[in-house]
């Protein structure tokens, strides 16, 4: 069953935030169960807003990031226990935004990923290379060190990687089909040979994913579903995204 991640991202305050997650609720309504998974991921100061829309509509909510501790002197950050607290049941971790703008390092995203699985949230972690690593031909390289360092030894019953092509994000530049599907297969050796057997596990592909290119990317072999940035802010193409496969 493909999974569909909306990442909201710095956007929505309180009308179209309600608004956006209305309209999604209104389509999920009765359609999901039927060989699909979506949850959207606004921002935190909206987060509860959203979840009274998404009541019965099947459609799961989550965070775009949590602090590494559940508590303490740690002005800004919000806890896993926080996002819980307030409905979400997920949260995305180690975004290239995240990495690039805030200095996230492997083992920084890896004790969030620890926090937040302590927590009882389901956590979506997020690998990718840059545009001068992939141009150099070091991807494999990046994305295998990332998932070393990111990914806490003992593995959840339930986990999500996110591929996502830096050069790709919001860049309308999406990765051609054989490149995905060569670094999904990657990924999933190296997953393989750290944790053996990988029930439980999905690989999204996310990178400038809309309505006209998302047949074409959830049919690729070893792609479990999409992480959606900007297309994920309107709810037709959205729900046209989820509705894809």
């Not at 959203?50 to 990031?65: P, T, Y």
């Not at 994305?143 to 996110?162: H, I, T």
């Not at 990657?186 to 592909?205: M, P, S």
């Amino acid at each position: 069953m493909p999974l569909i991640v909306g990442n909201w991202k710095m956007n929505g305050l309180k009308a179209d935030g309600t608004l956006l997650a209305a309209g999604v609720a209104a389509k999920a309504k009765g359609n999901l169960g039927k060989g699909r998974e979506v949850v959207v991921c606004p921002p935190f100061t909206i987060i509860e807003r959203v979840q009274s829309k998404l009541i019965g509509s099947g459609v799961g909510l989550g965070a775009q990031d949590c602090a590494p501790k559940e508590s303490g002197a740690f002005t800004g950050d919000i806890s896993p226990g926080m996002i819980k607290e307030v409905g979400a049941t997920w949260v995305i971790l180690g975004h290239s935004e995240r990495r690039a703008g805030h200095g996230e390092s492997d083992a920084l995203v890896r004790a969030k990923v620890e926090a937040a699985e302590a927590a009882g949230l389901t956590t979506i972690v997020c690998v990718g290379e840059t545009l001068e690593e992939h141009d150099g031909g070091r991807a494999k390289d990046v994305v295998a060190r990332q998932l070393q360092g990111s990914l806490p030894e003992k593995r959840p019953a339930r986990w999500v990687v996110a591929y996502e092509p830096v050069w790709a994000i919001g860049s309308g530049r999406t990765a051609k089909a054989e490149v995905i599907g060569a670094m999904h297969r990657h990924i999933i050796v190296q997953l393989q040979r750290r944790f053996g057997k990988l029930d439980g596990v999905q690989i999204l592909y996310g990178g400038s994913v809309k309505a006209d290119n998302a047949r074409e990317i959830l049919s690729i072999d070893g792609v479990d579903g999409a992480l959606v940035g900007g297309a994920s802010l309107k709810s037709e193409e959205f729900w046209t995204i989820c509705s894809a496969r």
